[in-house]
């Protein structure tokens, strides 16, 4: 069966930038700049498209992502966009979404705090506003000795159409 998300919509398609977008862009080139790491051509492209993705709710491996980007810029290199992508995970600009299957996608997530609510069959991921109190939090602290600095929160079930597929 083959797995679904949202960034085969935007595959091929030419996803316009607004101003979220470009407000991510922004952010994403920073970060880069603040790592570092020289403004070059691949990592604006990178940068471009992840914002358009961003603003579309799309979802992406990072290998699709390579394969997408290389269609305009056939030199780029997977280490590149690997590279890239983990740095914008640990800036909290992406966040990396796993799956029961060992898999995982990522996700431009740069504005709050928030979970996400998983499809065990199709991939689709769903933003949830949903958190663990902070009592919890504290509670969960004390009894491991544990001084807690963040939680990640991941909830799997079946959504709908997969559902409907079944039956």
């Given at each position: 069966m083959?797995?679904?998300?949202?960034w085969?919509?935007c595959?091929?398609?030419d996803?316009?930038?607004?101003?979220?977008?470009?407000?991510?862009?922004?952010?994403?080139?920073?970060?880069?700049g603040?790592?570092?790491?020289?403004?070059?051509?691949a990592k604006?492209?990178?940068?471009e498209?992840?914002?358009?993705?961003?603003?579309?709710?799309?979802?992406?491996?990072?290998?699709?992502?390579?394969?997408?980007?290389?269609?305009?810029?056939?030199?780029?290199?997977?280490?590149?966009?690997?590279?890239?992508?983990?740095?914008?995970?640990?800036?909290?600009?992406?966040?990396?979404?796993?799956f029961?299957d060992?898999s995982?996608?990522?996700r431009?997530?740069?504005?709050?705090?928030?979970?996400?609510?998983?499809?065990?069959?199709c991939?689709r991921?769903?933003?949830i506003?949903?958190?663990?109190?902070l009592e919890?939090?504290?509670?969960?602290?004390?009894?491991t000795?544990?001084v807690?600095?963040?939680?990640?929160?991941t909830v799997?079930?079946i959504?709908?159409d997969?559902?409907?597929?079944?039956?």
């Open positions: 083959q797995k679904r998300s949202a085969n919509n595959i091929g398609k996803l316009t930038m607004n101003p979220k977008s470009n407000l991510m862009g922004d952010k994403i080139r920073a970060a880069f603040a790592q570092g790491q020289r403004q070059t051509i604006n492209q990178i940068a498209r992840l914002a358009k993705m961003g603003a579309n709710n799309a979802d992406f491996t990072v290998e699709k992502l390579w394969h997408e980007l290389r269609r305009t810029n056939p030199r780029l290199g997977r280490a590149t966009v690997f590279r890239a992508v983990e740095m914008l995970v640990n800036q909290g600009l992406l966040n990396r979404i796993d029961p060992n995982h996608s990522y431009v997530c740069g504005d709050g705090h928030h979970h996400h609510i998983t499809c065990v069959k991939h991921v769903v933003d506003d949903i958190c663990p109190p919890q939090l504290a509670s969960i602290g004390r009894q000795d544990f807690i600095e963040g939680h990640s929160l799997f079930g959504c709908a997969c559902r409907k597929r079944k039956a």
